[in-house]
């Protein structure tokens, strides 16, 4: 008779090369109505993720082959892994040593000998944590909003899914360089030095940012000094460039600073956005007047929402 695995339930991945460990982790935590499953080294671990992803991870540190560090590493650097909550399981001896399993992306450590029902608390407190991760993401997008937190220095302390996929869209020049998003990470390099800016000059309290040339947010300070978060959402008016461009014989610049300046921005918020002073973004202003043929910013915005229309 097969056996029809529970999909509902969640799972827990153990890696160790202790047979008597992995017995005992297997049957305590199935007889609590966790689905398990068993690694003895990290490599067949990997492995086994590429086939099933598991809901959190109990990770021996000294195994052979790549040990735990290296195995949480691994997954750590791999977007489809990263998020997956990481336990560490290790000897009195071996604890000097954690400080590099944190550095790597773990979120706990056990220290052997087992006993159940600490590693079972560990287990459901990390889990209850990611699902309440779940459901912050769940309704945000029901509301139209992605998230992320980030301290002060722009370091990243979570993300939401839909986020991490908006940034990437709106900084593909960022993918290549180490420091691009995920927790632990810097925000991409525009990004960081707009909120930056923000932070250094003005009082933080729902500070309105752009994001790319579709998106906008809103930045707003945390109950802990120096920890913020950005709100992400789709601009309401989207404005075609390249349409913009033939239209009015604008360069591609002079139609971003146009978009900009019908979203409210001045010419030092627009300088920061595209890198650049706010003396060359009124000299652009100039032409696009000229070409226009109006002689402000508001009938230049009037004229392409006419135009639009």
């Known amino acids: 008779m097969t056996t029809v695995m529970d999909?509902?339930?969640?799972?827990?991945?153990?890696?160790?090369?202790?047979?008597?460990?992995?017995?005992?982790?297997?049957?305590?935590?199935?007889?609590?109505?966790?689905?398990?499953?068993?690694?003895t080294d990290g490599i067949s671990a990997l492995e086994q993720i590429n086939h099933l992803q598991p809901d959190i991870i109990l990770l021996d540190v000294i195994m052979p082959g790549i040990d735990?560090?290296?195995?949480?590493?691994?997954?750590?650097?791999?977007?489809?892994?990263?998020?997956?909550?990481?336990?560490?399981?290790?000897?009195?001896?071996?604890?000097?040593?954690?400080?590099?399993?944190?550095?790597?992306?773990?979120?706990?450590?056990?220290?052997?000998p087992i006993r159940p029902a600490e590693v079972l608390a560990r287990v459901e407190a990390q889990l209850s944590q990611q699902r309440n991760s779940l459901r912050i993401e769940n309704?945000?997008?029901?509301?139209?909003?992605?998230?992320?937190?980030?301290?002060?220095?722009?370091?990243?302390?979570?993300?939401?899914?839909?986020?991490?996929?908006?940034?990437?869209?709106?900084?593909?020049?960022?993918?290549?360089?180490?420091?691009?998003?995920?927790?632990?990470?810097?925000?991409?390099?525009?990004?960081?030095?707009?909120i930056i800016s923000i932070i250094k000059t003005s009082p933080v309290l729902f500070t309105d940012i752009q994001i790319g040339s579709q998106y906008s947010g809103k930045i707003i300070p945390c109950s802990h000094a120096d920890e913020y978060m950005l709100l992400i959402q789709k601009s309401d008016t989207e404005w075609d460039l390249a349409t913009l461009k033939v239209s009015f014989r604008l360069t591609a610049r002079e139609a971003e600073i146009l978009m900009w300046i019908s979203r409210g921005k001045t010419n030092k918020e627009?300088?920061?956005?595209?890198?650049?002073?706010?003396?060359t973004v009124n000299k652009h202003l100039e032409h696009i007047f000229e070409k226009l043929e109006v002689p402000t910013r508001t009938a230049a915005v009037a004229k392409v929402l006419k135009n639009k229309l």
Request: charged share 20%.
């Open 270 to 279: 627009i300088g920061l956005i595209l890198e650049t002073s706010p003396r």
């Open 139 to 194: 309704t945000l997008e029901q509301i139209g909003f992605s998230a992320l937190a980030f301290n002060g220095k722009g370091i990243i302390s979570w993300l939401s899914t839909a986020a991490d996929k908006i940034l990437a869209e709106c900084f593909p020049q960022d993918m290549s360089d180490k420091n691009f998003i995920e927790n632990g990470r810097l925000l991409p390099k525009t990004l960081l030095k707009q």
């Open 7 to 39: 999909l509902s339930k969640e799972t827990v991945l153990i890696v160790d090369d202790t047979p008597g460990n992995l017995a005992v982790l297997s049957d305590m935590l199935s007889e609590y109505g966790y689905r398990v499953l068993v690694a």
């Open 68 to 112: 735990g560090f290296e195995t949480c590493h691994r997954l750590k650097k791999n977007p489809i892994t990263q998020n997956i909550p990481i336990i560490f399981m290790t000897g009195l001896n071996e604890l000097d040593n954690l400080l590099k399993g944190f550095k790597e992306g773990a979120v706990d450590y056990i220290v052997k």
